[in-house]
């Protein structure tokens, strides 16, 4: 018998009644070395359990590889570490995820076969999912209940109501979780739709809802979903996510709370989403796509009880309040704020121009046409173009069917324009100064959409490139792997200026490593690295204009701060300062 089990209306823990009170906590999106303090903090606001989904992107990212599981992606320890404090897991993993990540966390090699029917019965992805499960099951069935493991229910996939009707594939799932030894409760998740519920439940499978606000009627529409079982909102949302272009989102602390307690009072378990957030480092982030592409910003601090940084937020101690109404809360102190760093000034005093950088990061493809940065092998970042263009004068480059996801063009070096497929551009006027001129194209892959049908879309040029009706070829396609730095050759900025898109590098120093967030005055658009360690995508446009700097990321003495600028700057210096700013907030 599992450890969980239900009843006509609640749960049992090894058959005593327990109520889920949960917060979402996403271990990829948190310094590992910040693991231990997160899941305290957990505890200590009431929490007996904590949720998290599992990328399946991240621990698979070759179909014929290891499963990855360190570093970030060593759940096994986040595990062990959740049974120290003494709190309960809920594993969702997937295998589609959505949580405003990277592809929605589905691997983009699934995309390699253009036919292939995701998140469905369709044998080509079932096979690859059930090869994932192979791997990724035996390294966690130590942690599940069934072993003395945290692990006490574990969800068949994410919202799929909202997704398709395919009901075999979700009986796939489950039946795959049960062959591989899984013991422990299985659940699905969908919003509190009537439509939704019918298409995403299985027979034998608990039922949960997702949902925000409406408790009494979302609650009655679970209830006549299922007319007996516990109710449980597996997504209470108490934030939201950011894109940017947009603001930043709030939610009331005070209103958040007491939807909270509309949902115990009604003797519903409940997760909260999320309880903290943290931050989409590297090239993670996620899009959404309804009717145009809007990647979503590098913070995902989504106004949770702990801020983006790890320290107690209004929500935090107006949920506290409200658990300890519903259940006992710890007789513990709620912890201060995390120490920060004091305002430190960088200067980057030495650069590098990115474009003639192309060729020793990767070796180009020669191609008669550009092909996509999936073709290229270029999971995320950058691919750039280089061909000729037979004429010169003024004309008109027509990319067809537009670019993935974002395209600076330059023309002998010099910028000519910006393509977006946010605004849908495919065509850009331009004046080519001789016949023979080298043409340049940066496209940059701002995040893999993450909800929808379009999961899976590709990157970089997605077709031919002409010039006033004819087609350009004879291209060198450079991927553009930005994961090891050491071989840039920065100079003094005062011996070689640099100008267009460049890396720029400076030191700072520390004394005790402290949170921090780095704020770019007079910086566009670009990436930007501490110490080696991949902060994120940082962009004028807003909302966000602080990128998070976890502790563990700084050492004492010197630290090394390199930019990657993709407009060019007359800025010299950054500041670390001990405040986020992540833009102007609008409250829902």
């Not at 036919?115 to 192979?134: C, E």
């Not at 903290?276 to 106004?303: L, Q």
């Not at 010197?558 to 907030?585: I, M, S």
Request: proline share 10%; with cysteine.
């Amino acid at each position: 018998m599992p450890a969980l089990t239900t009843t006509s209306d609640g749960f049992l823990l090894h058959g005593e009644p327990f109520r889920i009170i949960s917060g979402a906590l996403h271990y990829f999106r948190v310094h590992p070395g910040l693991w231990s303090d997160r899941l305290r903090k957990a505890r200590l606001m009431g929490l007996n359990t904590v949720e998290t989904y599992i990328p399946w992107n991240h621990h698979q990212p070759d179909p014929e590889g290891p499963l990855v599981l360190d570093g970030f992606h060593d759940l096994p320890r986040f595990l062990r570490l959740a049974r120290e404090e003494g709190l309960r897991v809920l594993l969702r993993p997937g295998p589609f995820i959505c949580a405003e990540w990277d592809g929605g966390g589905l691997p983009d090699w699934l995309a390699s076969d253009p036919d292939i029917r995701l998140r469905t019965s369709d044998p080509r992805f079932t096979g690859a999912v059930d090869r994932y499960l192979d791997l990724l099951l035996p390294a966690l069935r130590p942690h599940m209940a069934a072993a003395g493991g945290p692990v006490i229910a574990v969800q068949v996939e994410n919202e799929y109501g909202a997704y398709g009707d395919d009901s075999a594939y979700l009986k796939h799932l489950a039946d795959a979780f049960r062959s591989r030894g899984v013991e422990e409760l299985l659940f699905t998740c969908d919003q509190a739709d009537p439509e939704h519920l019918a298409t995403g439940s299985l027979p034998g499978v608990l039922t949960t809802g997702t949902f925000g606000s409406r408790v009494e009627q979302s609650l009655a529409r679970l209830r006549e979903h299922r007319p007996e079982g516990p109710l449980f909102c597996a997504e209470f949302w108490i934030g939201w996510f950011d894109h940017w272009g947009g603001p930043h989102h709030v939610r009331d602390a005070a209103d958040a709370a007491a939807d909270l307690d509309r949902l115990l009072s009604a003797g519903a378990s409940v997760n909260l989403y999320m309880f903290h957030g943290g931050t989409n480092f590297g090239f993670t982030n996620g899009a959404n796509h309804k009717h145009t592409y809007t990647p979503t910003v590098t913070s995902y601090d989504y106004d949770a009880a702990l801020t983006e940084c790890g320290d107690p937020g209004p929500k935090y101690h107006a949920f506290r309040e409200v658990i300890a109404r519903h259940a006992t809360v710890p007789d513990e102190p709620v912890p201060a704020p995390a120490p920060k760093l004091a305002p430190t000034s960088v200067e980057l005093g030495s650069g590098a121009p990115l474009l003639p950088l192309a060729c020793s990061l990767a070796a180009p493809v020669r191609t008669d046409v550009p092909v996509t940065m999936d073709e290229l092998g270029q999971r995320t970042g950058y691919a750039l173009y280089r061909t000729t263009l037979p004429a010169g004068g003024d004309g008109l480059l027509h990319f067809a069917r537009g670019v993935g996801d974002r395209a600076q063009v330059f023309v002998d070096g010099a910028p000519v324009g910006v393509l977006e497929s946010e605004r849908h551009d495919e065509s850009l006027p331009v004046r080519v100064p001789r016949p023979g001129a080298t043409l340049e194209v940066l496209v940059e892959n701002m995040g893999g959409v993450n909800y929808g049908p379009r999961i899976g879309a590709p990157k970089g040029l997605l077709g031919p490139v002409s010039f006033n009706g004819t087609d350009l070829t004879g291209w060198d396609c450079h991927p553009l792997p930005l994961d090891d730095l050491e071989a840039v050759p920065f100079a003094p900025a005062c011996e070689a200026p640099v100008t267009g898109p460049a890396f720029y590098h400076g030191a700072f120093d520390v004394g005790t490593p402290a949170d921090a967030f780095l704020s770019l005055p007079g910086w566009s658009k670009g990436q930007a690295w501490v110490n080696g360690f991949h902060l994120g995508r940082y962009w004028n446009r807003g909302p966000q204009r602080t990128l998070y700097v976890p502790a563990p990321v700084l050492r004492p003495g010197t630290n090394d701060l390199v930019l990657l600028e993709l407009h060019g700057t007359t800025a010299t210096r950054a500041l670390l300062t001990d405040t986020p700013d992540l833009g102007p907030e609008n409250t829902w």
